[in-house]
């Protein structure tokens, strides 16, 4: 007896997943690259956790020797923060129509093209920084505006690909993007120490082109599309997903979709939940070296085990949410609902907790590797509902609270800059946090109070024939029984 047949919609599921971690290793790389291209070191103050009595003024401003790793530039703290700011410009104006795009063009199309050109502008970056940093910013731009339609795409490609009853594995693979987050930290520090910064640049080039290639031999844009799907796994995925899903060509009902009550549930879901993450990622470890006096991206894996735990526990919710709906557990709105428990309490709870720690690294260690790996059930509540309201807009919906969401890579710096104006201590740090924590579970609480995952009307593409009761019962409906009532509702008409 031969090895049993992997099926297509598995590679399509790697193929996301490989997407979110490419996306994420040109998304990240910028933050360790700059640090080997700037001349300047910068001035730090003694952490408040580490001051006392027996310092002299001496030691209050330290100094690093810098590696000689390429060349390196006199940009400012000013020009530091327009350079790391420029991909997260493009990355929101693409965000939103991204989508659109996608389902007009295909998602294929869309992540492949967009990929390729990311490719080019991530390598021109080393020739830009050399001519003027203004250049370099319009390179980075560029990388987030191709990156800010790749997540849309995911989602289309999800929607046409993935049975209801496996959706939950497939929004799963967008954890690749932690993967890309710690591997870009440990892949482009090691490069850059062993050939330079620039080849920190140019591996993940290479990388890309890799994915491209690989991308262009296994994907497509539907079962209907691709060269070599058997005809039982095309017709299963079809069939269990009940007319649900059409490739007919539409605009998205723009009115409709922000008129809809629980379009705003998962907006807000999605706001709070990246509010929070960006204060984790970026706030914690700050928090920690500044006024802890505790560097936790020095400290070996301590930097990358939240990453890689939320990737694990991520990958865990989705089959276990899938467990649950062939199952028949519970409805799927009850599930969605039931694990904004994971995606926003908890983690909510927990960052308003960093006000106890004081200057105990050990428990802000602690709670930051609970709150990230816990957070993993985001791909469960907010990331996987834009695909229960409308699959056929799937795309458009996960780009508008992108979109909107995204604004919270500017809120959150804004606002922990505000508080600490004057002092940066561990009562501004409180606030920052109680702040950070009630946004997570406010939001978390609303799509509670008002989310859900019924398929919503909008969702229906004109020319399309309407769905009837029978066909829409069947996205619930355990997977080994999907194909044989989808024959016999047809048999019956």
């Not at 199309?109 to 970056?125: E, G």
């Not at 007319?243 to 879901?269: D, H, Q, R």
């Not at 950070?436 to 919503?456: E, H, N, R, W």
Request: proline content about 4%.
């Amino acid at each position: 007896m031969g090895l049993p047949k992997i099926p297509i919609r598995f590679w399509i599921a790697v193929m996301v997943f490989a997407s979110a971690y490419i996306t994420y290793t040109t998304r990240s790389n910028m933050s360790i690259s700059i640090t080997s291209m700037v001349a300047r070191s910068k001035s730090n103050p003694i952490p408040e956790c580490k001051r006392n009595g027996t310092l002299d003024a001496g030691k209050n401003q330290t100094f690093k020797q810098l590696a000689n790793y390429g060349p390196r530039y006199d940009w400012d703290e000013h020009i530091q923060g327009f350079i790391l700011g420029s991909y997260f410009w493009g990355y929101v104006i693409s965000s939103a129509p991204g989508g659109f795009i996608a389902e007009w063009l295909g998602p294929f199309n869309t992540i492949l093209y967009s990929q390729l050109i990311t490719a080019i502008f991530n390598s021109l970056c080393v020739w830009a920084a050399q001519w003027n940093f203004g250049a370099l910013i319009f390179c980075r731009f560029m990388v987030g505006l191709m990156a800010g339609a790749v997540y849309p795409a995911c989602h289309c490609l999800i929607s046409r690909w993935a049975p209801p009853a496996e959706r939950g594995k497939f929004v799963s693979a967008l954890m690749g993007n932690t993967l890309g987050t710690c591997l870009s930290w440990t892949l482009v520090g090691a490069i850059t120490a062993a050939a330079g910064w620039d080849w920190g640049f140019h591996f993940l080039t290479v990388q890309i082109g890799v994915f491209c290639a690989v991308f262009w031999l296994v994907a497509a844009d539907s079962p209907d599309d691709h060269r070599w799907i058997s005809e039982e796994e095309k017709q299963f995925i079809k069939s269990s997903q009940a007319k649900t899903v059409s490739k007919e060509k539409a605009v998205p009902p723009y009115l409709k979709i922000f008129t809809s009550l629980p379009f705003w549930a998962l907006c807000v879901c999605h706001f709070g939940n990246l509010w929070g993450l960006y204060l984790q990622i970026t706030g914690v470890p700050k928090f920690m070296v500044e006024v802890v006096g505790f560097n936790i991206r020095a400290s070996g894996g301590l930097a990358s085990l939240p990453h890689l735990l939320r990737l694990f526990m991520g990958i865990g919710y989705g089959y276990v949410s899938d467990l649950i709906k062939s199952k028949k557990l519970m409805s799927t709105t009850l599930t969605r609902k039931s694990f904004i428990l994971f995606s926003h309490i908890i983690p909510g709870i927990l960052l308003m907790c960093m006000t106890l720690v004081k200057c105990n690294h050990v428990g802000a260690v602690l709670i930051l590797i609970l709150s990230m790996s816990i957070n993993g059930a985001a791909v469960v509540t907010n990331l996987q509902n834009a695909q229960d309201l409308s699959p056929n807009f799937a795309g458009t919906l996960f780009g508008i609270i992108s979109l909107i969401g995204g604004t919270t890579g500017f809120i959150t710096p804004a606002v922990t800059g505000a508080l600490m104006k004057d002092n940066n201590g561990i009562h501004e740090w409180s606030q920052n946090f109680i702040i950070g924590g009630s946004v997570y579970v406010a939001c978390g609480l609303f799509f509670i109070l008002f989310g859900t995952s019924d398929i919503q009307p909008w969702n229906e593409k004109k020319g399309d024939e309407k769905m009837d009761e029978e066909m829409v019962a069947l996205k619930d409906m355990h997977p080994k029984d999907q194909k044989e009532t989808s024959d016999n509702v047809h048999l019956n008409r």
